[in-house]
């Protein structure tokens, strides 16, 4: 197997979470179906201001505009795919693909917008469909970062976009220090029953873990670039909300 066709794992095998590696996609499939039903009240506790707004001004800022076919994958209760549909209006269109089937019975509960359980692995649509892919806080959960990023790269229309959306462990040390007291103050909040509950404390204790041991923005920028991406930018805003863009030149 030569080295553009290994696996790419985001994060190192985490054993508080899970004990063996194989045990990753169930892990992640678990702890998002089982906090579908409080992630959006979760999410406004936790969100550091990457709310809706936020999301929406991202997709603009990377080029979203009216009449785009867009397909959001790890489209969760539908909070990037929200902004979406606002921006590319009646004459464009959004698809919603999600590995949790209580994350996508939350967002059917929202928007009328075609859904799809699926991977962002291995995705159920042909080369040269889409304007527009984005990924919301979501590649920190993938499995194999190659695999998606080729699957990315395959569904989009030559010109046509990637954004993806993430936190990134801050490199600056004073920075980096207060985004973990965050986290560990709002592990403690969230477990409490009644705002969140055991569930949602362990998936905050999974973000953080994750973002700690997630692979550098250079990682990913390279990834991208050898995946065949041109153009491939990082912006980041307070050291820590990165939107990653990058086209199919
Ligand atoms: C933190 S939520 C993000 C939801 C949404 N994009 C947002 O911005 O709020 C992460 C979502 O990724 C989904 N997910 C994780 N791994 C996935 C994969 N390999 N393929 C598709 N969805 C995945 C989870 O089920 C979950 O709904």
Redesign the pocket.
């Known amino acids: 197997m030569s080295q553009i066709d290994e696996k790419l794992v985001p994060h190192p095998h985490l054993k508080q979470f899970y004990s063996k590696e194989s045990g990753r996609e169930e892990f992640?499939n678990k702890i998002?179906d089982d906090t579908a039903s409080k992630y959006d009240p979760v999410?406004n506790i936790l969100s550091l201001g990457s709310g809706v707004r936020y999301?929406k001004q991202a997709l603009i800022r990377s080029g979203l505009s009216s009449g785009m076919d867009v397909l959001d994958?790890?489209?969760?209760?539908g909070?990037?795919a929200t902004s979406e549909l606002s921006i590319v209006g009646a004459k464009g269109s959004v698809i919603g693909?999600?590995?949790?089937y209580n994350?996508l019975t939350e967002v059917g509960g929202k928007l009328n917008i075609p859904l799809i359980q699926?991977?962002?692995?291995v995705l159920p649509f042909a080369d040269d469909s889409f304007d527009f892919v984005t990924m919301?806080?979501?590649l920190r959960?993938?499995?194999d970062l190659k695999g998606t990023f080729k699957e990315y790269f395959r569904v989009l229309k030559p010109g046509g976009t990637l954004l993806i959306?993430e936190l990134m462990r801050p490199t600056n040390k004073v920075i980096y220090q207060m985004v973990k007291l965050y986290f560990s103050v709002m592990i403690a909040i969230i477990s409490i029953p009644g705002i969140g509950g055991k569930n949602e404390g362990k998936l905050i204790q999974y973000y953080w873990d994750t973002i700690d041991k997630f692979v550098s923005s250079d990682i990913l920028i390279e990834t991208l670039s050898e995946t065949g991406f041109g153009k491939v930018k990082a912006h980041q805003i307070v050291n820590v909300f990165t939107e990653f863009t990058a086209v199919k030149t």
């Open positions: 992640v998002f999410n999301r994958i790890a489209t969760g209760t909070m990037v693909l999600d590995r949790s994350m699926g991977d962002a692995n919301g806080y979501a959960h993938v499995d959306l």
